[in-house]
Protein backbone atom coordinates (compact mmCIF):
# COMPACT_ATOMS: atom_id res chain seq x y z
CA UNK A 1 0.00 0.00 0.00
CA UNK A 2 1.11 3.54 -0.82
CA UNK A 3 0.76 6.93 1.36
CA UNK A 4 0.64 9.95 -0.27
CA UNK A 5 0.00 13.17 1.96
CA UNK A 6 -0.18 16.68 0.66
CA UNK A 7 0.59 19.88 2.12
CA UNK A 8 1.37 23.62 1.96
CA UNK A 9 -1.64 24.53 0.57
CA UNK A 10 -3.03 28.17 1.91
CA UNK A 11 -4.69 31.32 0.78
CA UNK A 12 -2.32 33.61 -1.61
CA UNK A 13 -3.33 36.70 -3.22
CA UNK A 14 -3.69 36.31 -7.28
CA UNK A 15 -0.57 37.07 -9.02
CA UNK A 16 1.24 35.46 -5.99
CA UNK A 17 2.86 32.16 -5.70
CA UNK A 18 2.76 29.16 -3.58
CA UNK A 19 4.29 25.59 -3.64
CA UNK A 20 2.49 22.04 -2.90
CA UNK A 21 4.25 19.20 -1.67
CA UNK A 22 3.30 15.58 -1.64
CA UNK A 23 5.18 12.69 0.39
CA UNK A 24 5.01 9.36 -0.35
CA UNK A 25 4.92 6.20 1.99
CA UNK A 26 4.20 2.46 2.55
CA UNK A 27 5.76 -0.37 0.00
CA UNK A 28 9.00 0.42 -1.85
CA UNK A 29 7.53 3.19 -4.21
CA UNK A 30 8.47 2.93 -7.78
CA UNK A 31 5.46 4.33 -9.76
CA UNK A 32 5.31 4.96 -13.60
CA UNK A 33 4.15 8.34 -13.26
CA UNK A 34 2.95 10.84 -10.66
CA UNK A 35 0.28 13.31 -11.26
CA UNK A 36 -1.30 16.85 -9.74
CA UNK A 37 -4.69 16.94 -10.20
CA UNK A 38 -7.41 19.36 -8.58
CA UNK A 39 -11.28 20.42 -7.83
CA UNK A 40 -13.04 23.57 -7.58
CA UNK A 41 -16.30 23.74 -5.76
CA UNK A 42 -19.13 22.48 -7.97
CA UNK A 43 -16.86 21.14 -10.61
CA UNK A 44 -15.27 17.76 -11.78
CA UNK A 45 -12.02 16.66 -10.78
CA UNK A 46 -9.48 17.69 -13.04
CA UNK A 47 -6.25 17.11 -14.71
CA UNK A 48 -3.39 19.38 -13.57
CA UNK A 49 0.23 18.15 -14.85
CA UNK A 50 1.97 14.63 -14.33
CA UNK A 51 6.08 13.67 -14.26
CA UNK A 52 6.94 9.95 -15.52
CA UNK A 53 8.56 9.35 -12.58
CA UNK A 54 12.29 7.81 -14.11
CA UNK A 55 12.68 10.31 -17.04
CA UNK A 56 10.92 13.36 -15.41
CA UNK A 57 9.05 14.43 -18.34
CA UNK A 58 6.35 16.63 -17.87
CA UNK A 59 2.94 17.52 -19.12
CA UNK A 60 0.81 20.18 -18.22
CA UNK A 61 -2.55 21.29 -18.81
CA UNK A 62 -3.15 23.72 -20.74
CA UNK A 63 -4.98 25.99 -18.14
CA UNK A 64 -1.41 26.13 -16.13
CA UNK A 65 0.98 25.55 -18.83
CA UNK A 66 3.78 27.84 -17.98
CA UNK A 67 2.33 28.81 -14.69
CA UNK A 68 2.34 26.05 -12.70
CA UNK A 69 6.16 23.35 -12.42
CA UNK A 70 6.20 19.94 -11.55
CA UNK A 71 8.84 18.39 -9.73
CA UNK A 72 9.76 15.12 -8.40
CA UNK A 73 12.49 14.08 -6.21
CA UNK A 74 13.37 10.25 -6.34
CA UNK A 75 15.82 9.95 -3.45
CA UNK A 76 13.12 11.62 -1.10
CA UNK A 77 9.90 10.25 -2.98
CA UNK A 78 8.60 13.61 -2.91
CA UNK A 79 6.76 15.76 -5.18
CA UNK A 80 6.43 19.24 -5.58
CA UNK A 81 3.75 21.27 -7.45
CA UNK A 82 5.52 25.42 -8.11
CA UNK A 83 2.39 27.49 -9.02
CA UNK A 84 2.99 30.92 -10.01
CA UNK A 85 0.83 34.13 -11.13
CA UNK A 86 -1.77 32.34 -9.23
CA UNK A 87 -5.45 33.08 -10.69
CA UNK A 88 -8.43 33.01 -8.67
CA UNK A 89 -9.89 30.26 -11.18
CA UNK A 90 -6.76 28.40 -9.54
CA UNK A 91 -8.67 27.68 -6.44
CA UNK A 92 -9.19 24.47 -5.88
CA UNK A 93 -8.46 21.05 -3.77
CA UNK A 94 -5.17 20.04 -4.82
CA UNK A 95 -4.30 16.33 -5.26
CA UNK A 96 -1.33 13.69 -6.04
CA UNK A 97 -1.92 10.85 -7.37
CA UNK A 98 0.21 8.07 -7.81
CA UNK A 99 0.21 5.74 -11.12
CA UNK A 100 2.00 2.11 -11.18
CA UNK A 101 -0.06 0.79 -14.05
CA UNK A 102 1.12 3.23 -17.24
CA UNK A 103 4.93 1.83 -18.59
CA UNK A 104 4.23 4.28 -21.48
CA UNK A 105 2.44 7.80 -22.90
CA UNK A 106 1.49 10.42 -20.62
CA UNK A 107 -0.91 9.64 -17.25
CA UNK A 108 -3.88 12.53 -17.84
CA UNK A 109 -6.32 10.36 -16.66
CA UNK A 110 -7.89 10.00 -13.11
CA UNK A 111 -8.76 6.33 -14.42
CA UNK A 112 -4.69 5.80 -14.60
CA UNK A 113 -3.90 6.41 -10.98
CA UNK A 114 -4.01 3.83 -8.20
CA UNK A 115 -3.02 6.16 -5.49
CA UNK A 116 -4.22 9.30 -4.05
CA UNK A 117 -3.55 11.63 -1.52
CA UNK A 118 -6.39 13.50 0.93
CA UNK A 119 -6.15 16.64 -1.02
CA UNK A 120 -4.77 20.38 0.20
CA UNK A 121 -6.94 23.38 -0.29
CA UNK A 122 -5.42 26.36 -2.66
CA UNK A 123 -7.61 29.35 -2.13
CA UNK A 124 -6.55 32.72 -4.38
CA UNK A 125 -8.23 35.80 -3.44
CA UNK A 126 -8.89 38.70 -6.43
Known amino acids: QVHLLESGGGLVQAGGSLRLSCAAS????????MGWFRQAPGKEREFVGT????????YYADSVKGRFTIFGDRAKDTLSLEMNSLKSEDTAVYYC???????????????????WGQGTQVTVSA
Open 26 to 33: GRTFSPYA
Open 51 to 58: IRWNTGWT
Open 97 to 115: AADVRTRFGSSRFEAQYDY
